[in-house]
C-alpha cells in the first residue's frame, strides 16, 4: 500500500514539473493520494494561501492550486514515511512475547527496522546512505548482548564501548545527545519517592539519596545499574516515580517524597535516550504543516541511529520475577560507559512501564540514572552529592501542605493530565495529589526547608 503510494506520488511530482498548468487530471490525481493516506497533512495549520478559506473542505477542486499538491507530494515522500517508522518500527519500550533468546528476538526488531529504513522514499529527511552506519552499529550491540549471554562479559563490553565510540564518530557532533535543560519539566529540579514500612516511618534527606556504600551489599540488579553498585534513580515527575514503585494512587498515603535540584544545571550534561516515538511523530506532522515552506528543515539521521542504542535499553522485562534479567544488560553497559565519561554525569530514559505515551504526559514520565563515580568506604559518592540537593521528604499521610498549596503550576508544559474526572474530562496533573506535592515540595527550596 506504502510504496503504491509512493510510487504514485513520484509519478505526480514529475507531472506537475511538466504541466504549465492544472487539469482535471491532475488534480484528480492529487486528491485520490490525499484520500488514501491514512496519516493525512492537516492543511487547516498550513500557512495563508496554501490552508482552506472558510468553509471550504477538501475535495478534488482543493487541489487545483499548485502549492497544495507541492505540500501533499511532499507530506507523502517525506514526512509520512517518517511517520509510519516512528509509530511502528520505533515504537517503545518493546515487549517480548515470544520464547526465543533475547539476542535472537533484539536482532529480529533490528531486521524490521532495517528493512523499513531501506524502503523510505525520503530525499530530506533521511538519507538512505546512513542505513549502513546503522546497520552496523545495531550489528555491535548485538555482538555485545550475544556474547554477554555466553559468558563472555569482559568482551561483551568492549564491543559495547565499540559500538559507542563509533556511534560518536558518526555523530560527530556530541550536543546532540545532550538533554537540553529546557527539557526537564521542572527545569533543575527531579523527584524520588520511597515507600515506609508504615505510615509512622520518618525519612531522613539522606535517606532519599542512593543507597550508602556501606549497605551497598543490600543493592540488587536493576535496569541501569549492576549488583552491588549503587546509583541515584530520580524522575520527572512523582507520577513516574509512582509507577516505577508499581504503587497505585490509592496507597500513597505510605509514601514520602523529596524534590532534588541539580545545582548548576546548565553545566550539567545528561545523555538523553528518550524517544517517545508517538509523541514524535504527532509534532512531526504539526510542525511541517505550520512551517511548511519556510527555513525548518526535518532530517532523522541521527535519530534513527540513536534508536539503535535506545531501543535496546527499553526492552520491558520479560519475567519480572527471575533474578537474572537479559533485558538489563546493554542498559547496563551504557551506564558503566557514562560512569567513565568525563561528559556525562547520567542518562535520560523513558519509563518501560508506561505505554501509552501522548503529548499530554510524555514530560511526565522521563527517568533519570546518575552512577557513582567515586568510590568511598561509607556514605555517598562525593561527586553525586556536590551535583544534587536534597529538600526535606514530605508524607502524602501527614502533610496539610497539599490542602495549603495555593499555586501548583511547576510545569513548563501547559497540558499536562494523567486522569479523567467521571465524565471522562482530562483533570490537569497540577489539581492532583502528585501535582500538588510537587508544587509543595519545589516552594520547600524557596523557603529554606532543606
Known amino acids: 500500500m506504502s510504496t503504491k503510494l509512493y510510487e504514485k506520488s513520484k509519478y505526480l511530482k514529475k507531472k506537475l514539473a511538466q504541466s ?40 478534488v477542486d482543493f487541489f487545483a492550486e499548485k502549492e497544495r499538491i507541492e505540500m501533499l507530494i511532499d507530506w507523502t515522500l517525506e514526512i509520512y514515511p517518517i511517520i509510519l517508522i516512528l ?17 535472537v528476538f533484539l536482532n529480529n526488531v533490528y531486521d524490521k527496522f532495517i528493512n523499513a529504513l531501506n524502503s523510505l522514499p525520503c530525499e530530506q529527511t533521511f538519507e538512505l546512505s546512513k542505513v549502513e552506519s546503522i546497520d552496523k552499529l545495531r550489528n555491535m550491540i548485538s555482538e555485545s548482548l550475544q556474547q554477554s549471554l555466553n559468558g563472555s562479559a569482559g568482551s561483551a563490553y568492549e564491543k559495547f564501548k565499540n559500538g559507542m565510540d563509533y556511534f560518536i564518530n558518526e555523530l560527530g557532533d556530541l550536543s ?65 516515580c509512582k509507577e516505577e514503585l508499581c504503587e497505585s494512587t490509592a496507597d500513597l498515603e505510605s509514601m514520602q517524597a523529596s524534590a532534588i535540584r541539580i545545582n548548576d544545571i546548565e553545566n550539567v550534561q545528561i545523555l538523553d535516550i528518550s524517544l ?25 539521521n541521527n535519530l534513527f541511529l540513536l534508536w539503535v542504542v535506545s531501543a535496546a535499553c527499553s526492552l520491558k522485562v520479560k519475567n519480572p520475577h527471575d533474578k537474572f534479567k537479559p533485558e538489563y544488560i546493554i542498559p547496563q553497559f551504557l551506564t558503566e560507559w557514562v560512569k567513565c565519561s568525563s561528559e556525562y ?7 518501560t512501564k508506561v505505554s501509552a505515551l501522548t503529548t499530554e504526559n510524555v514530560g511526565l514520565y522521563k527517568n533519570y540514572v546518575f552512577p557513582i563515580k567515586e568510590r568511598k568506604s561509607k556514605g555517598h559518592c562525593p561527586y553525586l552529592s556536590s551535583l544534587f540537593e536534597v529538600s526535606q521528604p514530605k508524607s502524602f499521610y501527614n502533610s496539610n501542605d497539599l490542602l495549603e498549596c495555593t499555586y501548583n503550576k511547576v510545569s513548563i508544559y501547559l497540558d499536562e493530565s ?29 523557603n529554606s526547608d532543606i
Not at 276 to 300: A, C, D, M, Q, W
Not at 345 to 351: E, H, L, R
Not at 426 to 443: C, F, H, K, Q
Open 87 to 103: 509509530e511502528n518500527e520505533c515504537k517503545l519500550p518493546i515487549e517480548r512475547d515470544v520464547s526465543e533468546d533475547l539476542d
Open 176 to 240: 546532540g545527545l545532550s538533554l537540553l535543560v529546557e527539557e526537564i519539566r521542572t527545569y533543575d529540579t527531579l523527584f524520588r519517592m520511597r515507600k515506609g514500612e508504615n505510615e509512622n516511618q520518618v525519612f531522613l534527606k539522606e535517606d532519599m539519596f542512593h543507597v550508602p556504600f556501606e549497605k551497598r551489599g543490600r543493592i540488587g540488579s536493576n535496569r541501569f545499574s549492576l549488583l552491588g553498585f549503587p546509583s541515584l534513580y530520580l524522575g520527572s515527575s512523582l507520577a513516574v
Open 20 to 59: 504549465d498548468k492544472i487539469d482535471e487530471s491532475i488534480k484528480s490525481f492529487s486528491y485520490d493520494i490525499y484520500d488514501s493516506l491514512d496519516h493525512k497533512p492537516d492543511f487547516k495549520n498550513a500557512p495563508i494561501g496554501i490552508k482552506p478559506s472558510s468553509g471550504e473542505k477538501i475535495s
Open 345 to 351: 554525569a547520567g542518562i535520560c530514559y523513558m519509563s
Open 276 to 300: 517517545p516515538s508517538s509523541v514524535i511523530s504527532k509534532r512531526l506532522g504539526f510542525l511541517f504543516e505550520s512551517t511548511y515552506k519556510g527555513k525548518t528543515s526535518f532530517n532523522f
Open 418 to 446: 494523567i486522569d479523567k474526572d467521571t465524565e471522562g474530562n482530562s483533570i490537569p496533573y497540577e489539581n492532583t495529589d502528585l501535582g500538588r506535592m510537587e508544587a509543595v515540595l519545589i516552594s520547600s527550596f524557596r
